[in-house]
């Protein structure tokens, strides 16, 4: 996996985020007469595209969930976990878990702490169950393998608003911060200045090596 293709589909990713952002912002106007106040969520969005952003980058024999429930047994009760993006390989084995933020503004203060507990009560698992959609109305659950090496990588889209708590998760191993400078849902962005702050993200070096980084836990993990 070459580090430039990575870098190159992040710079993708976050000029469609970007995109989606104005579009968001310019649907608050509803009519004349009803408006809404706060940017609707892109959250979901976020998600679906950093999982394609996966796709095109992971050899063809890894998959992605985004936001499935995994179920696991812990005695006599079943643990669940709601990972963002869960990698799957070769259709049997869970290989990966990828948990997304759009940034730490409204993230409680124990999410850290609750997600790595979940992660590691995961990695003791032998399997997990998920159910999957069949059809129109029901759905099927699947068995996978939990892998030895599980891994798990946390990634931020924006350092911006963290209200003082993304110094304490980039102390994490496998934490990574896609544009510490500039956040793609500012108000001061807007199709005539996107490709000013897109050079602006991409010329931080903070930023290129977090890109970095992300390429080679992605190189090193699902080969």
Not at 102 to 117: C, I, N, P, R
Not at 199 to 204: K, P
Request: glycine share 4%.
């Amino acid at each position: 996996m070459q580090s430039k293709k990575v870098e190159a589909e992040i710079r993708k990713l976050l000029r469609d985020v970007m995109k989606l952002c104005e579009v968001k912002r310019e649907s608050k106007k509803k009519s004349e007469r009803v408006r809404r106040g706060r940017m609707p969520s892109i959250a979901n969005e976020f998600e679906d595209r950093f999982a394609a952003l996966l796709e095109r980058v992971l050899p063809k024999r890894y998959s992605m969930l985004v936001d499935y429930r995994v179920s696991h047994r812990v005695g006599k009760q079943m643990k669940t976990y709601y990972p963002d993006v869960s990698i799957v390989r070769n259709g049997s084995v869970l290989a990966g878990i990828i948990e997304l933020k759009v940034d730490l503004g409204y993230t409680k203060g124990e999410w850290l702490a609750k997600s790595k507990e979940s992660f590691r009560s995961l990695r003791k698992a032998r399997t997990v169950q998920y159910r999957r959609e069949s059809g129109t109305t029901n759905k099927e659950t699947d068995t996978l393998e939990v892998a030895r090496d599980l891994c798990r990588a946390v990634v931020i889209l924006s350092g911006k608003n963290d209200h003082g708590k993304l110094p304490l998760l980039m102390k994490e191993k496998d934490s990574f911060v896609l544009s510490s400078n500039v956040h793609p849902k500012s108000y001061e962005i807007d199709s005539s200045n996107q490709q000013r702050f897109l050079r602006q993200i991409a010329g931080d070096r903070e930023n290129r090596k977090n890109w970095r980084a992300f390429a080679a836990f992605l190189r090193d993990s699902f080969r």
